[in-house]
């Protein structure tokens, strides 16, 4: 990859990609490419699009949040494995947890992470709103992340049970960002959390605007959230 820019996006940003991590997102890339064509996986598959608009916008939370000290993530909804997949490859030391409704892309994430040789990722099948009742997933992690998978009031139902007090969910979203926090004012004080400020960002090439929206768990999640599947998105709490 060494006639792509992504490196220097990365360098810009603080991250210094090993060789062995280089050459991990080009197996990532070319394990996505491939098995999308029996899996509905993502509709980028062009190598240039999938660098910036998956790996670059993935890794873009960890340029306003220290990785380095958390241990846990939870990537709710994670399809191909975005966002926590580019985290794992530039941060091996975290231990990922994947959530997904899907079995054959979690059949997909398995496969990858065989091939990528990484360890401490685990998977989930099931809906975000059975597994965040189960005690060995809620308030367990030091942060939970997703990208998207729903509107900001029915995400914070979804991804703020599964953190532990002081840890964070973090929300991965497009040009509405901002509109969509204003939405969540409600969802975030029901679920035990607090708003940090929020990020901005543009994609280095093609320029379209990113919000990170970041909540710390400030409160315990009361105990009847998240309500049962499928209820945050019909009656979204607003
Ligand atoms: N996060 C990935 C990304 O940014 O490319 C995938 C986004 S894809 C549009 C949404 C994914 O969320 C799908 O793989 C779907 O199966 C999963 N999903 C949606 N609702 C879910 C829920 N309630 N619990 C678990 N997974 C869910």
């Given at each position: 990859m060494k006639d792509h820019p992504f490196e220097g996006w990365l360098h810009h940003q603080g991250i210094h990609l090993t060789e062995k991590q280089s050459h991990q997102f080009d197996l990532y890339y070319r394990m996505l490419v491939d098995w999308n064509k029996k899996v509905n996986l993502t509709s980028l598959t062009d190598r240039d699009d999938v660098y910036e608009k998956h790996f670059y916008d993935s890794l873009s939370a960890t340029f306003f949040h220290d990785f380095q000290k958390d241990n846990s993530i939870i990537d709710i909804g994670?399809?191909?494995?975005?966002?926590s997949l580019p985290i794992k490859i530039c941060y091996p030391h975290l231990h990922i947890v994947i959530v997904d409704s899907l079995k054959k892309r979690i059949a997909f994430l398995e496969s990858l992470v065989k091939e990528l040789n990484v360890e401490n990722v685990s998977f989930v099948h099931g809906r975000a709103e059975d597994v965040a009742h189960d005690t060995s997933h809620r308030e367990q992690y030091d942060i939970a992340i997703a990208r998207a998978v729903a509107k900001m009031p029915v995400l914070t139902e979804l991804c703020l049970p599964f953190v532990k007090k002081d840890g964070v969910f973090m929300a991965l979203k497009g040009s509405n960002g901002i509109n969509e926090k204003e939405e969540a004012g409600k969802a975030c004080r029901t679920i035990g959390g607090r708003w940090l400020s929020p990020h901005a960002l543009t994609l280095p090439n093609e320029e379209s605007e990113r919000y990170i929206l970041t909540m710390e768990k400030v409160d315990a999640t009361p105990?009847?959230?998240?309500?049962?599947?499928?209820t945050p998105a019909k009656k979204p709490l607003l």
């Amino acid at each position: 990859m060494k006639d792509h820019p992504f490196e220097g996006w990365l360098h810009h940003q603080g991250i210094h990609l090993t060789e062995k991590q280089s050459h991990q997102f080009d197996l990532y890339y070319r394990m996505l490419v491939d098995w999308n064509k029996k899996v509905n996986l993502t509709s980028l598959t062009d190598r240039d699009d999938v660098y910036e608009k998956h790996f670059y916008d993935s890794l873009s939370a960890t340029f306003f949040h220290d990785f380095q000290k958390d241990n846990s993530i939870i990537d709710i909804g994670a399809g191909a494995g975005f966002p926590s997949l580019p985290i794992k490859i530039c941060y091996p030391h975290l231990h990922i947890v994947i959530v997904d409704s899907l079995k054959k892309r979690i059949a997909f994430l398995e496969s990858l992470v065989k091939e990528l040789n990484v360890e401490n990722v685990s998977f989930v099948h099931g809906r975000a709103e059975d597994v965040a009742h189960d005690t060995s997933h809620r308030e367990q992690y030091d942060i939970a992340i997703a990208r998207a998978v729903a509107k900001m009031p029915v995400l914070t139902e979804l991804c703020l049970p599964f953190v532990k007090k002081d840890g964070v969910f973090m929300a991965l979203k497009g040009s509405n960002g901002i509109n969509e926090k204003e939405e969540a004012g409600k969802a975030c004080r029901t679920i035990g959390g607090r708003w940090l400020s929020p990020h901005a960002l543009t994609l280095p090439n093609e320029e379209s605007e990113r919000y990170i929206l970041t909540m710390e768990k400030v409160d315990a999640t009361p105990r009847k959230y998240p309500r049962k599947a499928g209820t945050p998105a019909k009656k979204p709490l607003l």
